[in-house]
């Protein structure tokens, strides 16, 4: 990967010190601001979360930005457009764009693996494609349902891409280690989004179309008992920290969070039970993470993120990002 002094590109652009101060001087959340038929969207939003406050975008040039994910290790992200059928890998801290690839139709999700492979789910395809992010090359596409729609890295030693399909209500291991499908397995009604308990063991699936988080134990293969959360989920994100109410010698597997209509519903994950909801005031779409898993960010249909303290339920004050967000991250949050 190519590495560009402040002082080569700032002669680009009038803004790269100060971008590159922001990003080492505290954490950031970026979004996937979709926008909508009229004025597709272009841009990552970037948000300062001590300062509260919007910092200037990312340029990507892509149209209708629907993913992004952060790249470990790095400073990077990766963007995928669904309007154009591209994915980026922008350096977050300079702006600077490293790769840029056609991916397939209508990208909707992407996770990015330890090794630096970006796992693109092609929604419009009904396909998987792996992007080597160290060549900037895509590989062969890998049929994986009808309608998938979410994507998470997990499983033992993190050996597995968990890909949800919304058309069949199934998720589908895909090993790794060769992009070989595993075999389908029932979870609930339009899975929307994955994500993993704090060992990596059991992947926890949002399921839109019913109203509940389905476990699957991906050692075995087996779902568990569907967790009703009240609302139609459309995000979930995990700490190692106790729900609400609860300490650690009581709560010592951690807790899930869901996003939902307009709240935030904890799932206590060593009893999996859902907890009291948190109303966030606006129609949730997707949550990250901040400060070690005491904040939640949420990124919401009326074109803001909130922020929200999970120990005591309090919403702080939202920041204005516009273009209808899709997905959030916050790096190392």
Known sequence: MAVVTLSVLAACSGTANSLSARTAGGSEAYVAAFGDAAQPGTEVPRVNLARHRADPP?????SEPSALAAVPGTSDLVVVGAGNDQLVEIDAATG??????????????????????????????????????????????????????????????????????????????????GMRPGFPIEVGSEPDAIAFTPNGQTALVA???????????????????????????TGI???DLPAPGTTRS?????????????????????TMTAGT???????????ALAAGGTQAWVADQSNQITEVDLATGHVGPSVFVGGR????VVPNG
Do not use: Y
């Not at 990312?58 to 892509?62: K, S």
């Not at 509940?212 to 087996?222: A, E, K, S, W, Y």
């Not at 967000?325 to 959030?328: L, N, Q, V, Y």
């Open 58 to 62: 990312l340029m990507t040039t892509l």
């Open 96 to 177: 600077r764009i490293h790769v840029r690839v056609t991916v397939g139709l209508q990208p909707d999700a992407v996770a990015v693996t330890t090794s630096g492979t970006a796992i693109v789910v092609d929604g419009g395809a009904g396909t998987v494609v792996p992007v080597n992010l160290r060549t900037g090359r895509a590989g062969s596409p890998v049929r994986v349902g009808v309608s998938p729609d979410a994507v998470a890295i997990g499983g033992p030693h993190h050996s597995l891409a968990v890909v949800a399909d919304a058309g069949q209500g199934v998720i589908l291991p895909l090993f790794l280690q």
């Open 207 to 233: 399921n839109l179309g019913s109203d509940n988080v389905t476990p699957v134990d991906l050692t075995h293969g087996h779902p568990g008992a569907a967790v009703p959360v009240g609302v139609a989920p």
């Open 237 to 239: 994100a995990v700490t």
């Open 250 to 270: 009581t709560d010592p597997v951690g807790t899930a969070w869901v996003s939902g209509g307009g709240a935030l519903v904890p799932i206590d994950l060593a």
């Open 277 to 287: 909801p948190v109303p966030v005031g606006h129609p949730a779409e997707a949550l």
């Open 325 to 328: 967000p899709r997905a959030i």
